[in-house]
């Protein structure tokens, strides 16, 4: 058996603590605490600056160091039109959406976004965009909706999905106007998304039907002309999750689940889903923006509406290697 | 008599925002948040230090149960005020049940 001094060309340093400045895969002996420990990458969630507005139902759509939150439903106010500005650390109160609505969708960055659907009360079929300060009436979409998958920019973006009923339809947006596409292979309410143009999105989760409700595992890829099922599937299927990333690398965290609410958080790499040891503080559906390795979660039910924010991260840690 | 090892913490604290967890906590102790501003923690020296840093206030786990339920209640209270149209849009909120 190869030894570590055979794979590395260097013997294990015996330390009294762990070095400061150790590299990814280096291995140590630490003499304190007994113990083999190695520089290994690591996931976790951390919490973020609080929402202004407690909510759920609400759109989001950016980095996690810039991002938006807009619209969605208070317990005790009703449908929201508000919008906050995320910088890092802490939530801006911004101009208001022109329409309150809540299980809306959004795509694009902080200083060009789009928000479509929603429920007040019905589902409706308006787009609104955001330039960085403000929001703008644009094309609507051929299908009223709400609770539907977004991804994409916001002079690219797709919506799929959502409700009345269970919908497969899916739509694309060209910054101005919808253009109907091929639907999906899964009609799904609650479906989450990644992607960064209307022509390479990922979708996933969803409930199928209700009541009963039945909460689906499939992952479909959209090539900007049709959809793939691919073979992998979530290890946990959830609806109302975040989503963030690309089509290739994306991230699912949280949701509804059956039964109850889950803070699971699944890594696709492209061709399969890994369930990360990462998990969310406070289990929730909630709204998303950033990518695969940095991440931001917001707001969800508490159950009365919630003003959480946590930050996923994937960075490096000391840890002490086993044999399991 | 066996002895029983409680391998939680439960109490309240209020979430402060940025840095009241973070990724090192996350490594170091479970942590869980729940309704009511009740957070479960590992029941070790790195969670109790946690909670205390936090001015967390140290419940039992009945206590921090019934902080839960009352907020749940409340909500499914909330939920069965909605009308039919409000209400078939919105699941009602489940009940929880501590670790």
């Known amino acids: 058996m190869a030894t570590y001094q055979d ?63 807009a619209g969605g439903e208070s317990p005790v106010g009703g449908l929201l039109d508000s919008t906050e500005q995320y910088d890092g650390s802490s939530w801006t109160v911004k101009t208001g959406l022109n329409n309150a609505r809540r299980a809306i969708a959004g795509a694009g960055v902080v200083t060009a976004g789009v928000v479509f659907g ?48 269970v919908l497969d339809n899916v739509e694309a947006f060209n910054g101005s106007t919808w253009t109907a596409k091929t639907a999906m292979n899964t009609a799904r309410v609650g479906p989450s998304g990644a992607g960064t143009t209307n022509t390479a999105v990922l979708v996933w989760g969803g409930y199928t039907s209700s009541p009963p409700t039945v909460i689906s595992t499939a992952t479909e890829s959209w090539n900007g002309t049709s959809w793939t099922t691919t073979p992998a599937t979530l290890n946990t299927a959830t ?74 991260s994937v960075g490096t840690s000391a840890q002490t290697l086993t044999t399991s | 008599m066996a002895l029983i090892y409680n391998h939680f913490m439960y ?34 020296e790195k969670g109790a230090l ?7 206030v140290e419940k039992t786990k009945a206590e921090a149960q019934a902080l839960v339920t009352t907020e749940v209640e409340a909500a499914q209270a909330a939920w069965d005020a909605l009308s039919d149209e409000e209400a078939k849009h919105n699941g009602r909120p489940e009940q929880i049940t501590l670790p």
């Not at chain 1, 920019?153 to 799929?160: H, M, Q």
């Not at chain 2, 946690?50 to 967390?56: D, E, I, P, S, V």
């Open chain 1, 239 to 312: 609806y109302s999750a975040g989503g963030a990333g690309t089509q290739a690398a994306a991230l699912a965290f949280g949701g509804d689940a059956a039964p109850g609410k889950t803070n699971v958080t699944e890594v696709y790499d492209g061709s399969s889903w890994t369930t990360s040891p990462a998990t969310l503080a406070t289990a929730r559906g909630l709204a998303s923006a950033g990518i695969q390795t940095a991440a931001l979660g917001f707001g969800g039910p508490a159950p009365g509406g919630s003003t959480l924010t946590e930050e996923y």
């Open chain 1, 118 to 165: 929603g429920f007040h009360p019905s589902p409706k079929d308006e787009t609104e965009l955001w330039d960085g300060s403000s929001w703008t009436n644009s094309g609507a979409m051929n299908t009223g909706r709400a609770s539907m998958a977004g991804a994409g920019i916001s002079t690219s973006a797709l919506a799929a999905g959502g409700q009345p009923g």
């Open chain 2, 11 to 44: 109490g309240t604290a209020t979430n402060t925002g940025k840095g009241f967890f973070t990724n090192e906590d996350r490594g170091n102790f479970f942590l869980r948040g729940y309704p009511g501003d009740v957070w479960v923690v590992g029941n070790n």
């Open chain 1, 7 to 69: 794979i590395k060309g260097l013997r294990v340093k015996y330390l009294s603590a762990d070095p400061a400045n150790s590299v990814v895969g280096e291995v140590w002996y630490n003499s304190t605490t007994a113990t083999l420990r190695s520089l290994l990458p690591s996931a976790s969630w951390a919490s973020g600056g609080a929402l202004a507005t407690a909510r759920e139902g609400l759109a989001g759509f950016g980095i996690q160091t810039a991002a938006i939150a």
């Open chain 2, 50 to 56: 946690w909670l205390a840093q936090k001015n967390g």
